[in-house]
C-alpha cells in the first residue's frame, strides 16, 4: 500500500463502518483491515467520504484578464470536498460540439486543480450535430445539456427531440433546463413595461408555473424518443409532480435540485438592490415552503443529486458596466465550494437526510448516472478520491475564506457544520489544514462511460 | 486474516467491483487487496453476495415426532443462500411474551445451522404485554408482530395500539399482518353457506379489498401511535397504494412482498384439489396482472424487502386427518430455501430488479430494518456471512433436491438461474459442494439492536 | 290554478329564470306565463327557490317537561327555509327497527310544522333488524344508520356489513358516521388520565386521522357488500380524499357536509369553558383551513350535500346537572333553521358556489338521493314547496330571533345575508312577514321512495 | 300560447317530469299544466328533450359546384335533433377576423336550416386581431379558437397566450386543439420515410403523448393568463389526466369528447385503405380501453360535452384528386346528424349516462358555456327550440337516409335507439314524419353572450 488512511468511519451510500482504507496506485486497494508499514494517515473520530462529485457547474476558461479563474474554481471544489466536477461547454449554433469540446480539453489541460469533464451544449441539432455526437460520446463525454429557454443558448424543440433520440441511441442522456420561453418572454415584457426592472422583479418573471410545464413537456419529448432524461436545478413542487409521475410510470427520468433552493428563499429579494442581485439564479430562489418538498424528495429519492450550478459571477464586473436591470444580470452564482457542506448542514444536521443519502446525493448517484465508474464511493477499486470530514466542526461560510472565482458568495455569514479536513485525489492529499496541497492541472479530464441508468 | 475469498465479483447494495475479502475472527476484516499468505478461496467467474436475511420465517420446536425439523429448516435456509432467520414465535393470550422468548431461545439452542432471532406474536396487549415488550427488547428482539385476523392469533385493534405505542417508546418496531377480519369471515361464511369448500375458493374468500382496508388501518394506527410500521407479505397494488400515500407523507411505513405473490398467480388454484391446497396461503395468490405492480414496488422503492413467509407444512399430515376444506387447512407453504433464488432469477435476470436491488431486498435492508447490524452486506467489519453466487448455472428446484422439512415445494420443477455454491456463516463454510458444511447448533442466537428506520 | 307567485326568478340546479309558478292541489302546476284570475302573490325582486330538505336532523318526541319541541324544531325548519326534514329515530340494540318506526309516526303525527320522514338507526343487525328492515323500506323509509363510534349506539363491523348488504339488496341505502373508535375511546382516555377534561379538549380527542380511516374503512365495506354509502357530517380534507377516489372508481358514494364545518373553526375551543362547550359537536369543528376545501368539495361534486346536524340541545339542563367534562357533554348544536341561510351566506355571498350550486347542494340533490320524489325542485309535478327568498337583506343570527327549541346557537351574532321572506308548504303559506302561518300537524309524513343513485 | 306539447316527458339536466310545454312568439312560456284552446301537438310515450347544441362543426360556404352544402348540413343538424350550431370560420394568418365574421355572416344568412353562430380561428395575434377581438366578442362572437399543430392553421405558443390574455379580459373563451407539433411532424416524417403512407397509419403519427403534451401546455397558458380554457375533441385518458387535475386546482377548463372517441377505435385502420381512409380524423380514433375513461368523464364531469367536430368531408373529391397518402387526406367526417343519436344510444342506453345527463352534455352545458343564453334547456322563457324524442325507437344510420353534405357516414350500419320524431326551432315545426318542415334561411344568427363559467 501507499497510504492508509486509518481509524476512520467510512460512509458509504448503503451505511457506515470502522475501516482502514488502503490506497495503491491512486485507488482504493482495500477496506478494514489493512496491515502494513506503509505511511498512515489518522481519520480517528473523522468520518471518511468518496470526494464529492459535481455535475453541474460552468467552469471559464482562462484569459488575459482572468488567467487563473478555472484553476480557483476548481482549487475550490477540492476546498468544499469535491473531486471531480463536471462543466457545460457551449457549442455555439451551427458550429462543431466536438470542436468545442477539443477546445475546452487544450484550455483546461494544465490548469485544473480536481478531475473534470465535460457536458456539451446543444444549441441546435443540424447535421454537424448529428455527425459530432457520437464522437464527443467516445470521447468520454456522453452527456449533453438542451436549454428551453435565452436566446443564444435555446434548442428548440424539434433540434431538443432529435437531440433525445441520437444521444439515446448511443446510450448517451440529455440534460435540459426546463423553462417555457413563451411565458419567461412575456413575463419579462410585461414587467419592463411596468417598469418593474429592478432585480427583486427577477422571481416574478419565472413563476413554478413555467418550470412545470417545461419540465412536463421535457419528459414528453424523452418519452416519444425513448430516451432517459436528467433535469437540472429543479427548483420546486409544482415540478417534482411530473417526475414523480414519471418515475413512477418507469421512465429513465432523473432530477437534480442545488443547494440554494434548499437553504435560501425568495425572501432574499425583498433587500437593496445590490443584495437582491446576487440572487439572480434561474430558476428563481422560491418560496420557503418548497424546502420541505426538495428535502422530501432527496430523502425518498424523487430527487436524486444535487448538483451546484456553479457561475463564477462578479459583481464588480457588472458593476463597472452599470447593469442594473434584472434581465441584464448574468444569471448564477457561485456555488462549488459551498455544496457538499451545504447539503450536510441543512440535510444531514437538519434532520433531513440520512448520513448514508447525503453521500448517495451528492458523490454516488452523481458518478453513477453520468458514466464517471471510477468515482462517487468509497469501494475498492475506486479512485482514491478521499475527504476525511469533521463532522462536528462548525464554520460560517465567507467570501474572504472561499478560493473560487467569483467575488461573493450566496450564503455570506451562514454558520455550518461539517468541516473537509483533508481531501485526497487518487490518493494524493490535495488540502490539508486549510491549505492547497495539489498541483495546478494535476486534475485530469476523465474520459467518462456511459451514464448507468438502472 | 483466517481466509480470503479471492478473485470475486463483491456485490453490495450501492455497486459491484472485483475485490478480495478477507475475514478475521468471523468478520469481514478487509476488503480489497488483500495481501498475506491466509488460506484462500477462489471465487473468480462468481458473485460474492452477503448471505441473505429472511426476517419472515415460522420455524417450529423440535418435537418427538419430528425432532430435527427446527434443524432442517435452517440447513435449508443456508442451501438457499440465507444465513440469518428471524422467527415468529407466539405468546398465547394472557402469556408471557418473555417466557415465550425464554422457552424458544432454550428450545433452538442446539438445533440451528444459521443464525437467528425471534418476534414475539403479541395476541393481546395487556399489563403482562406491557410489562414484558421493554424486556424482550432489551433481550435483542425489539420487532413484534400483530395479526389483524385469525381467532387463536388475532390481536384487537385497542391492544394493537397499545403495542404500537409502547414498542415506539422502546424504539421497536410492530409487524402486521393486514386483513380486514370482518370481510374475511364473512366471505369464508357465504362461501360454506353455499358449499364452495374446496381449496380453489380459497382466493375468493380474501380479495384485494381486505388487504387494503386493514393495511390503511394498521397505517392510521400506527400513525396516530407515532410508531413505524412494518407490513408483512403485502400481495397487491391494491394496498401498495396506501403504503405509496404513507411513504409520501414521511411516515416511517415499511412493506415486505415475498416470492409466491412475485413468480405464482391465482391461476394455480384451477387444478386439481389436491394441487390446490398447496397454495392455501394468506394473502391468496393473486392475478398474474399484480406482478408488475409488485416487480416495480421492489425496484422503486415503495416495496422494501422480500421475505419467506416460510411454513414447514406436511401435507401427509393435513391428508392423514382428512382435512379437505379450504377453512381448514393450515395457511402457509414453504420457502426458506427457495426465497434468494427465486428473487435472483424472476428480478435480476427476468430485468425487473439490479443485481444490488437484489441484494438490498434480500438481505441489507432487511438486516438494517430490523436491527441487525452485523449483517446483510459485505463491508468491514460485519459478519463474514458471505455467499459465492454462481450467476449463470440453473437448476429445477425440486422437493427432492430441498432439505426444508416441508413434503413439498410450490415450486416443483421451476428452473432458476443463479446457484449458491458455496456459503459460510461468520467465516465457517457451511454449504459446500451441494453438502452441508456446518453443524447442528452451529447457528447463534442474534441479540439485535434497535431498528434503523432511516 | 289555486295560487300563482308572480314575477320571481325562479332558481333550479340547472339554471335560474324569470317565472311565475302556478300552484294546484298542493303541486307545482304550471311554471312561466300562468294566465287566469287565480290569487297571486308577488316575488318581485325575489327568488323562488324549492323548499329546503334537510336529511340530517335529530328530532325530540315531546315529553312532559317539554311538549312542544318537536313542533317548535319542524317550525324553525321552516323559518329557515327548509320545508322536508329527515330525522334519525334510534332504535335499540335489539330492539325492533319497525317498532320504533311506529313509535315515532304516532308520536310526531300532530307535532311537525313541515314534512318529515325518519332514518332508523341500526344498533346491531340481527334477526329482529333482517326481519323488519324491509318493512321499514316498504313503509317509507329506506335510508338507515349506522354509527361507528358511541356506547350505545355503535353499530359493530360485522353487522354494519350485513346492513349494507341487506339494504342494498331492497335498494335502501346506509349513512354511516365515520370515526374510528378504537382512536377515539384512546384519545379520550388519555386525556383524561392528563387531567385534560375541559370542554377545549373536545377536538384534540378527535383528530381528521380517526374521521378519514372510518371513511375509508366504511367505503370498503360498502364495496364489498355492493351497497351504496351516504357518509354523514364530512368534516375534513383527509376524508375527502377517500370520497374522490371511491367516486373516481365509480363507486355509489355520497357525502355530507354541515354549516358548522364550512364556516366554524377549532379556535371556537380557545374561549371560555362555557362558550367551548357549545361547540362540542362530532366530529369537532376543524382548522380555518378545511374551510376552502369543503366548499371547494361541494363546488365541483366531490361533497354532495349540506345537512345541519340538527340537536335541539338545552345548556340550562347540561349545567343544571353539573357537567363540565367534554366527554359528558351532550354531542351536537342546533342548526336546523340556520343551515340554508348560512350556505347561501357563506357559498353564494362568499363566492365558493353559484345560485344553484346552493340549490342543489341543499334541496335538490339530498331529495334526490333520499327517494323524495316530490321535494326539493322548482319543476312541474313536484310539491309546491316554495320558498320566496330575499337575496339581498341581511339580518344578524341571533337566539331570541330563532325559534328553536334549543337554548342557543353556535351562530350568535353571525350576519348573513339572504332572508327567506315568506315560505309554502304544498301550496300553503306557512312563513310569511316574520310570523308562522302553517299549523302544528300541518306537516306530512312522507312514504319515501328508494334513493336515486345515478 | 301559439302551440302546447302535451302529455309528454320534459327532460331536462335535473329532472324528467311531465309536463305540458306551453310556447308563445317562439318562447318556452309555460311548463306544467298548460290550460286553454291552443294548437296542441301530441308527446305522450315520449320524451321532451331541449334541441341540441353543437358548438364543434366546420360548415363550409355554398360554392357554385356545391350551392347548397350549409344548407345541407344544417338541415342534417335539424334531423339529429340539433337546433343550434356553431361552426368555427378561419381568420386568415394576418387577416381580420371581424372582416371573416362580416363574410361568413353574409354568406350564411339566407341559408342556414337552424340557428347558428361562429368562433372565429385565431391563427396569429398581431395588432389587427389585438383589434378586432373584442369587436368580434361585442357582435355576438365571444369564443374564439387556436390550433396548435397544422401548418396553415396553427397559432404560436406566443400569439395563443396573448389570444388567451385579451380574450379573457374581455370575458371569452379560447377553444384549443391541443396535439403537439414537434411530435407530430417528427411521427409523420419518420412514417413518410419508411413508406409507411396509407391511411392506416394515421393513427400511429398522433398517439396520446401528443394529445397529453399539449393538453397540459394549453392549461398552463391559460392559467399563466386568468384565462378560461375550452379544449376540444379531448379523446384519451391521458389528456384527461390533466383536465381532471385543473379542475381539481379550481380553474376554469372545460373539456369536450365527440362521439367517434366514445364509440368508434382503432381497430377501424386496420381494414382496406379505402375505408381506414374515412377515419382520418385528428385527433385519431384510439384504442378501445379508452371509451369506459371518456363514458367515465362525462359522467362525473371531467368531460363537460359532447360535439360533434363535424367535417363534410367528400371521399368521391379526394378520389379524383388520386389521394392516398394518409398525410394528404384532409382531416374530418361528418357528425353533425348522428351526435345527439350516438349519445343517447352509446350513453343512455349503454348504461353510461343518465336521461338528465345525457341532455346536459349535447344541450344545457354547452350552451351554457358558450353564452346560448335562450339555448339549451326546457325552461321557461329559454326559445322553444324542442324535440320530440322516441326512446324506443330505434333505426340503422345509413348514408343513404342522411342529409348532410358528405357523401359517407363513419356509423354506416350502426343501429341505434332513439329516433327525434318532431323538432321545433323558436316554437315552429322543422322535421316532422322524417320530412324537412322548415326553410332555406329559416335559421337566425344567434348573438351570444358572455360564457358562463360558473
Known sequence: MDLVIRGGTVVTAEGSFAADVGIEDGAIAAIGKVPGEAPAIDASGKFVLPGGVD?????RLPTDELPDRLYQDTMAAAFGATTTVL?????????????TLRRWRAGAEREAAVDYGFHVILTDFGERAARDVPAVIEAGCPTFKGFMVYD??????ADLLRAFRLTAERRGMMMVHCENRTLLEDGIARLLAE??????????????????????????????????????????????HHVREAKAAGLPVFAETCPHYLVLADDRYEGPDEDAARFV?????????????????????????????????????????GITRFVD??????????????????????????????????????????????????????????????GDA????????????????????????????????????????????GTRGGGRFVERKLPDLG
Open 55 to 59: 455535475v453541474h457547474t460552468h467552469l
Open 87 to 99: 462543466s457545460f461547454i457551449e457549442s455555439p449554433r451551427g458550429g462543431s460540439p466536438l470542436e
Open 152 to 157: 443564444e443558448l435555446r434548442i428548440e424543440d
Open 195 to 240: 417598469g418593474k426592472t429592478a432585480p427583486r422583479f427577477h422571481a416574478a418573471s419565472r413563476p413554478p408555473l413555467l418550470e412545470a410545464e417545461a419540465t412536463y413537456r421535457a419528459i414528453c419529448l424523452a418519452r416519444a424518443a425513448g430516451a432517459p432524461l436528467y433535469i437540472v436545478h429543479l427548483s420546486c413542487r409544482e415540478a417534482l
Open 281 to 321: 439564479i434561474s430558476p428563481p430562489l422560491r418560496a420557503r415552503s418548497q424546502h420541505e418538498h426538495l428535502w422530501g424528495g432527496l430523502a425518498d429519492g424523487r430527487l436524486d443529486v444535487v448538483g451546484s450550478d456553479h457561475v463564477p459571477r462578479r459583481l464588480a464586473d457588472e458593476r463597472a458596466k
Open 329 to 390: 444580470i448574468p444569471n448564477g452564482a457561485p456555488g462549488i465550494e459551498t455544496r457538499v457542506p451545504l447539503v450536510y448542514d441543512g440535510g444531514v444536521i437538519g434532520g433531513h437526510l440520512s448520513l448514508e443519502r447525503f453521500v448517495d446525493v451528492t458523490a454516488t448517484t452523481p458518478a453513477r448516472r453520468f458514466g464517471l465508474a471510477r468515482k462517487g464511493a468509497v469501494e475498492v477499486g475506486k479512485d482514491a478520491d478521499l475527504v476525511i470530514w469533521d
Open 394 to 437: 462548525a464554520r460560517d461560510l465567507v467570501q474572504q475564506d472561499l478560493h473560487h472565482s467569483a467575488d461573493f458568495t450566496p450564503y455570506e455569514g451562514r454558520r455550518t457544520r461539517g468541516v473537509p479536513v483533508r481531501v485526497f485525489l487518487r490518493g494524493r492529499e490535495i488540502v490539508t489544514g486549510g491549505k492547497f496541497a
